[in-house]
């Protein structure tokens, strides 16, 4: 998948993954800023967004992250297994500016977490991964969050918890909210496919 976007954007030999930043427009050769803003959706020149189900929370979330979705962390060694090396020297590169001025954050078992990338720095294969997760055929991702509801009075914020992220079609199968609006700058269509139900 990371080779087929790459030739798809004109990218073959570039050392690092096409990301959202790229999509949006962003200058390719701007230095990497700790927590950079997201660009307005109306500027960007093409705007992706993608479906994922948080399993383990029960929950579903648009890719690029909102504002209010929380902080996430990955284990290095697990999406090794799941992300070509260039993907992850490039996460690495983005983690340790982000992790830059916070303290490092361990899992459950004390494996050391790295930041997930702000929006703009993701790469897409990471989303379009995320997103096409399904059982048995391509394994869920894991990534890490820290769960507030376990926190009690008067103690530290929790260790980071394992969340899995699977198929955003679990959760949100048609979501025409992506194109949808109050004044809506064009019409929105959905097609079904399969006859009403009697």
Same mark, same amino acid.
């Given at each position: 998948?990371?080779g ?8 073959s ?25 997201d660009r307005?959706?109306r500027?960007r020149?093409?705007?992706l967004?993608?479906?994922?189900? /948080? *399993? =383990?929370?029960?929950?579903?979330f648009?890719? @690029?992250?909102?504002?209010? %979705?929380?902080?996430f962390?990955?284990? #290095?060694?697990?999406?090794a297994?799941l992300?070509?090396a ?6 690495? /590169? *983005? =983690?340790?500016?982000?992790d830059g001025?916070? @303290?490092?954050?361990h899992? %459950? ?5 790295? #930041?997930?990338?702000?929006?703009r ?8 991964r995320m997103?096409?997760s ?7 991702? @894991?990534l ?12 530290p ?16 199968n048609?979501?025409l ?15 079904g496919?399969k006859?009403?139900?009697?």
């Amino acid at each position: 998948l990371t080779g087929f976007f790459d030739s798809l954007a004109g990218r073959s030999d570039s050392t690092r993954p096409l990301t959202f930043g790229d999509l949006w427009g962003e200058p390719e050769n701007d230095a990497i800023v700790a927590s950079a803003p997201d660009r307005p959706g109306r500027q960007r020149e093409v705007d992706l967004q993608v479906m994922t189900t /948080a *399993v =383990s929370q029960q929950m579903c979330f648009a890719i @690029p992250l909102r504002d209010n %979705a929380g902080q996430f962390y990955y284990d #290095r060694a697990e999406w090794a297994r799941l992300f070509p090396a260039r993907v992850m020297l490039w996460l690495d /590169a *983005v =983690s340790a500016i982000e992790d830059g001025g916070h @303290p490092p954050q361990h899992g %459950a078992l004390g494996q050391l977490l790295r #930041r997930l990338p702000p929006n703009r720095y993701l790469p897409v294969v990471v989303a379009v991964r995320m997103s096409l997760s399904f059982p048995v055929l391509l394994s869920a991702v @894991p990534l890490y969050a820290h769960d507030f509801s376990l926190r009690k009075e008067g103690q530290p914020v929790p260790p980071p918890k394992r969340v899995w992220f699977s198929d955003g079609g679990i959760s949100s199968n048609m979501p025409l909210h992506f194109f949808d609006a109050p004044l809506p700058g064009r019409p929105t269509f959905a097609i079904g496919l399969k006859g009403e139900h009697p």
